[in-house]
T-cell receptor, first 117, second 113 residues
Framework: AQSVTQLDSHVSVSEGTPVLLRCNYS??????LFWYVQHPNKGLQLLLK??????LVKGINGFEAEFKKSETSFHLTKPSAHMSDAAEYFC???????????????FGKGTKLSVKP | NAGVTQTPKFQVLKTGQSMTLQCAQD?????MSWYRQDPGMGLRLIHY???????DQGEVPNGYNVSRSTTEDFPLRLLSAAPSQTSVYFC?????FGTGELFFGEGSRLTVL
């Protein structure tokens, strides 16, 4: 069975400092992994994805994530936070199978990122 | 490009009323889905469709109906609204099932009194 755990519900950083949002997953198959971002009162937007190619994945707005199979982790990082990064971030796992009540994607519960000036 | 369009953005219902949330996409995507988002619970899948004429239940389908008569449209019907259905609803689409690359609408905020 698949599952995804976002280890922090809320992360607060100062502008210009690094961002680390943590995600652990569990999957019986070779998973695909995603990070989505949701700005206030908006829909979710794909930030980056891992689909068994390079383990270090670069996304939009300077974010990147590293797939570590041995640690079953897919943490999201950014070297320097910007005020516009304040949003909620969702880690998502998929194993590519059809069917089941999850419709293939499992969403984490989200991490709210606050950026202080 | 409109992408995924949801209407209405806001709706207040009384318990027992019915309504339809509309979702339309102009990207010729085969896969469409409905999620609800509640505080601290992430997104939960209600129903999904892998193509016109095909629908399936997600994690929380009770109280909701869907149909997919065209590729573009995927309406979500609340049959008899309950306060537990107060939530923000998102429609999402993708060019195929299983890609994980979803395009989301901006959401419909529903309050049931």
């Amino acid at each position: 069975a698949q599952s995804v755990t976002q280890l922090d519900s809320h992360v607060s950083v100062s502008e210009g400092t690094p961002v680390l949002l943590r995600c652990n997953y569990s999957s019986s198959y070779s998973p695909s992994l995603f990070w989505y971002v949701q700005h206030p009162n908006k829909g979710l937007q794909l930030l980056l994805k891992y689909t068994s190619a390079a383990t270090l994945v670069k996304g939009i707005n300077g974010f990147e994530a590293e797939f570590k199979k041995s640690e079953t982790s897919f943490h999201l990082t950014k070297p320097s936070a910007h005020m516009s990064d304040a949003a909620e971030y969702f880690c998502v796992v998929s194993d590519g199978r059809y069917g089941g009540s999850q419709g293939n994607l499992i969403f984490g519960k989200g991490t709210k990122l606050s950026v202080k000036p | 490009n409109a992408g995924v369009t949801q209407t209405p953005k806001f709706q207040v219902l009384k318990t027992g009323q019915s309504m339809t949330l509309q979702c339309a996409q102009d990207m010729n995507h085969e896969y469409m889905s409905w999620y609800r988002q509640d505080p601290g619970m992430g997104l939960r899948l209600i129903h999904y469709s892998v193509g016109a004429g095909i629908t399936d239940q997600g994690e929380v389908p009770n109280g909701y109906n869907v149909s997919r008569s065209t590729t573009e449209d995927f309406p979500l019907r609340l049959l008899s609204a309950a306060p537990s259905q107060t939530s923000v609803y998102f429609c999402a689409s993708s060019y195929a099932f299983g890609t994980g690359e979803l395009f989301f609408g901006e959401g419909s905020r529903l309050t049931v009194l």
